[in-house]
């Protein structure tokens, strides 16, 4: 690479004309119409610089600008929804919290009520059951009565007719009566 640049050089150096090529064909290396060149390069340049600067260049900006607050607005309505969101959020779990809480409280009622209704529930039938014990033992006091004086009768009855079958007589009713009833007293109060 370094020799190619020297023998670049060197060549430069001694044909200056032929390198520029000016008098080979090429008239924008030729001197004479370097001004002219460099006019209408000024003149082109110039004009594209304006034509940039006052039609391009603030489109350009105009554009830029509009994108910019686009993103600002952009921004600045997301920042708006994510704090809608997180407020949301916020009476979201504030609206669950409050229906579980509200929840347990009915549970809790609920069961304190259900609690009491079978409380009064095992109250009554323990009262049902009293009175038909009580019912019961009144039957059951009443059928040894009844039982009783249905057994000192069939005694009577029977003891009568065992005497009479045995003795071939017949007994006064009463004495009989007053034995049984007095064997059954005896008998009642060894049981008890």
């Known amino acids: 690479m370094k020799s190619l640049c020297i023998a670049l050089c060197i060549t430069f150096c001694l044909d200056v004309k032929r390198v520029f090529g000016a008098e080979v064909g090429m008239p924008q290396l030729n001197p004479e119409f370097w001004t002219a060149q460099i006019f209408w390069l000024i003149l082109i340049f110039f004009t594209l610089y304006i034509i940039i600067w006052k039609i391009f260049l603030p489109k350009i ?18 920042q708006k929804l994510k704090d809608n969101a997180e407020k949301k959020l916020q009476e979201y779990i504030k609206i669950i919290q409050n229906s579980k809480n509200e929840a347990k409280k009915i549970i809790t009622e609920n069961k304190k009520k259900l609690d009491k209704d079978i409380e009064n529930k095992k109250i009554k039938f323990n009262e ?54 007095d064997v059954s007293k005896r008998k009642v109060a060894e049981n008890q």
Request: hydrophobic share 40%; glycine share 2%.
């Open 61 to 78: 900006t105009v554009s830029i600008e509009n994108r910019k607050s686009r993103v600002i607005n952009d921004l600045n309505e997301t």
């Open 128 to 181: 049902e059951i009293e009175k038909e014990l009580l019912n019961v033992e009144k039957e059951i006091q009443n059928l040894k009565k009844n039982s009783a004086l249905n057994i000192n009768k069939i005694a009577t009855q029977i003891s009568g007719e065992m005497i009479k079958q045995i003795i071939g007589t017949e007994i006064n009713a009463s004495n009989v009566t007053a034995v049984v009833e």
